[in-house]
């Protein structure tokens, strides 16, 4: 065998074996998903703050295109509506809540960042396609398109007290603190980006569709402030925890009575 037959059987043996081991599949499922999700905005200079709460849902897509082994591999796509956004968490030294001088309630601030969100996703699955419980993961890019915000405050946002709290994001020095850094700055990155992945199970019924329970981690990479050397923030990316309902039906399926 010359070394050219040898290349181009080694080149050739791969793609036979796929061919082989390789259960071809074109099925297109399309629905609606919604759930809650859990943000934080991770600053530097650090602002201290829980998880903010919101809704998330919209439109899903799903092509499966093969079962690998006992791995069915499919794409996911999706549009969604989602509340982003953060919670400061403003505290004394003791861990108590600051109170407003002039109203006695503890002081509350938020902010409420809406986005049109779309992830793209290799999933992978384990188990029944059509007839039963499935396992899956899947993770895969995430881009976010800005719509609009909004402040909560229960506080004059540029006169809070200052005294009792515990941080302060612009310096040890109360001349030093800049209230247009944390309160009054909109968001100046209209884009967001970022990789999200997560794991759940799917149950399926032959002309009834697939119900899918999924909790994911959205770990955003690009920023809502500038990060330069002349702007305020290091970074300011979001960080959220998703658990997600979703409802697909089956538009297109593959004919093949084996499949399970």
């Not at 943000?39 to 650090?46: A, C, E, M, T, V």
Request: aromatic share 12%.
């Amino acid at each position: 065998m010359t070394m050219r037959k040898i290349i181009l059987f080694l080149l050739l043996m791969p793609m036979a074996l796929h061919a082989q081991i390789g259960e071809y599949r074109t099925d297109l499922a399309v629905g609606v998903n919604g759930g809650y999700l859990l943000n934080k905005i991770s600053f530097q200079p650090d602002i201290p703050q829980d998880m903010m709460g919101g809704l998330v849902g919209g439109i899903t897509l799903r092509y499966t295109c093969e079962k690998y082994f006992s791995s069915i591999c499919a794409i996911t796509a999706e549009i969604n509506y989602a509340q982003m956004g953060w919670k400061e968490r403003i505290l004394t030294i003791n861990d108590e809540p600051v109170i407003n001088q002039e109203t006695g309630i503890a002081e509350e601030y938020s902010r409420r960042i809406n986005y049109i969100q779309v992830p793209l996703m290799a999933r992978l699955g384990w188990g029944r396609e059509r007839r039963g419980l499935q396992a899956f993961v899947q993770i895969g890019p995430q881009v976010g398109i800005y719509l609009s915000e909004k402040t909560n405050a229960n506080f004059d946002i540029n006169n809070p007290n200052i005294i009792d709290r515990a941080s302060n994001i612009s310096g040890p020095s109360l001349d030093d603190y800049d209230f247009s850094n944390m309160y009054n700055k909109p968001v100046e990155k209209k884009l967001d980006y970022g990789i999200v992945g997560g794991a759940g199970i799917e149950f399926s019924w032959p002309k009834i569709g697939h119900f899918l329970l999924e909790g994911r981690y959205y770990f955003g990479l690009g920023n809502i402030y500038g990060n330069t050397k002349q702007d305020y923030f290091g970074k300011s990316n979001h960080g959220a925890i998703i658990i997600k309902l979703s409802y697909l039906y089956d538009v297109i399926r593959t004919k093949n009575d084996k499949i399970k």
